[in-house]
T-cell receptor
Framework: GAVVSQHPSWVICKSGTSVKIECRSLDFQATTMFWYRQFPKQSLMLMATSNEGSKATYEQGVEKDKFLINHASLTLSTLTVTSAHPEDSSFYIC???????????FGPGTRLTVL | AQTVTQSQPEMSVQEAETVTLSCTYDTSENNYYLFWYKQPPSRQMILVIRQEAYKQQNATENRFSVNFQKAAKSFSLKISDSQLGDTAMYFCAFTPTSGTYKYIFGTGTRLKVLA
């Protein structure tokens, strides 16, 4: 149980285009979803927290207009990287949390490469 | 501010030997959870072990055990009978039992198990 999927697992796009990454909780309803960014050999950096049906809360320094997060249902959250540039290339990981639990369940991550 | 410190960027251990990874944290919260996650080369975050702060008994999961010292704010991970598959990045994480449920991650320890 508690499986989280991400799609796509990797994506290559041209500079200036937008990319959408999906995060789904497959066998549970996720009250809260989190989006992280991870650079090589570094720790996970929290970008934003999203609760179903409400606006995402972004961490300091994260551009809201560049990283659009939508949490439209209890099983799906999306991260859209708008007007992507090479510096947005990174590994993006989502996680999901069930109400009443403190543990987060992590997706397998999405590798984004912007050319 | 809550912080998590992992002071060992890299460690190595011989197969079948025991290794201990250190983690210290700082918080004014009284109730919280602590976790150790493993991130192998696939980059999937895998929960190794969790500890609830109000439980004095140290958590154990097969070859993995923790030494939780609440007063010292220390949460070390001991891996016994190390296996080649234990080679990975290990992250210590903290989350309070209330509020945003965000994880505070340490910087990670890269563990290499040697044959």
């Amino acid at each position: 149980g508690a499986v989280v999927s991400q799609h796509p697992s990797w994506v290559i796009c041209k500079s200036g285009t937008s990319v959408k990454i999906e995060c789904r909780s497959l066998d549970f309803q996720a009250t809260t979803m989190f989006w992280y960014r991870q650079f090589p050999k570094q720790s996970l950096m929290l970008m934003a927290t999203s609760n179903e049906g409400s606006k995402a809360t972004y961490e300091q320094g994260v551009e809201k207009d560049k990283f659009l997060i939508n949490h439209a249902s209890l099983t799906l959250s999306t991260l859209t990287v708008t007007s992507a540039h090479p510096e947005d290339s990174s590994f993006y990981i989502c996680s999901a949390r069930v109400a009443g639990m403190n543990e987060q369940f992590f997706g397998p991550g999405t590798r984004l490469t912007v050319l | 501010a809550q912080t998590v410190t992992q002071s060992q960027p890299e460690m190595s251990v011989q197969e079948a030997e025991t290794v201990t990874l250190s983690c210290t944290y700082d918080t004014s919260e009284n109730n919280y959870y602590l976790f150790w996650y493993k991130q192998p080369p696939s980059r999937q975050m895998i929960l190794v072990i969790r500890q609830e702060a109000y439980k004095q008994q140290n958590a154990t999961e097969n070859r993995f055990s923790v030494n939780f010292q609440k007063a010292a704010k220390s949460f070390s991970l001991k891996i016994s009978d190390s296996q080649l598959g234990d080679t990975a990045m290990y992250f210590c994480a903290f989350t309070p039992t209330s509020g945003t449920y965000k994880y505070i991650f340490g910087t990670g320890t890269r563990l290499k198990v040697l044959a």
